[in-house]
């Protein structure tokens, strides 16, 4: 099977700053939200205070402003456009999605592409994480919990943060755009989980 990093791999971008985007478009009250996440902003970016996941669960509190599954739709009606044309062009129906945005946002690429999709698992109300978020190493782990004798033959991720995926292919690429370049393994990165 081939496995593929979501946003900014196949995804031109990321879908979740964009489906943000989109919902304060759409509900004017997630404006009121602006001044507490730009100091979370500061603190993590900046100041390095805390982690990625607890930076993104004071991002998700726009949450409570949505109507989650009408506004899913509605993006993706709107977005689907922005999968990449040579992803679309190889796509088999084993490709696996591992991304650490939000499973609810992600979810209904399941049916619009038949893809299989492993993703963080974020309550679509309160934007809290239920586990840990999906990234780095814990793209591993979750790809075996649910493909236990899993065999990925090609990977393809655009930050080299996904080495523990790039290691246990077959052949790992780096998509810069919609350039495909072998995955030069002297490139491995420690990310701030």
């Not at 409570?64 to 679309?88: G, V």
């Not at 809290?128 to 978020?133: A, D, R, V």
């Not at 493909?147 to 090609?154: L, T």
């Amino acid at each position: 099977m081939n496995v593929y990093d979501f946003d900014n791999t196949i995804y031109k971008g990321d879908s979740t700053r964009d489906f943000y985007l989109f919902c304060l478009k759409k509900h004017k009250k997630i404006l009121l939200l602006l001044p507490s996440l730009g100091l979370e902003a500061l603190k993590y970016y900046v100041f390095k205070i805390g982690n990625k996941t607890e930076f993104k669960e004071k991002m998700y509190a726009f949450l409570k402003f949505c109507d989650t599954q009408i506004d899913i739709k509605e993006f993706w009606d709107s977005h689907l456009c922005n999968i990449k044309e040579w992803y679309l062009k190889q796509k088999n129906a084993d490709d696996v999605i591992i991304s650490a945005s939000p499973q609810f946002l992600l979810k209904p690429l399941e049916e619009k592409l038949n893809i299989t999709v492993i993703a963080s698992d974020v309550d679509s109300k309160s934007g809290k994480y239920n586990g840990i978020n999906c990234y780095y190493d814990e793209k591993v782990r979750r790809f075996f919990e649910i493909y236990p004798n899993g065999h990925i033959e090609y990977f393809y991720s655009d930050h080299y943060s996904d080495e523990p995926l790039a290691k246990i292919a077959d052949k790992a690429f780096i998509v810069d755009g919609d350039n495909i370049l072998e995955w030069d393994h002297s490139k491995h990165i420690k990310p701030n989980l």
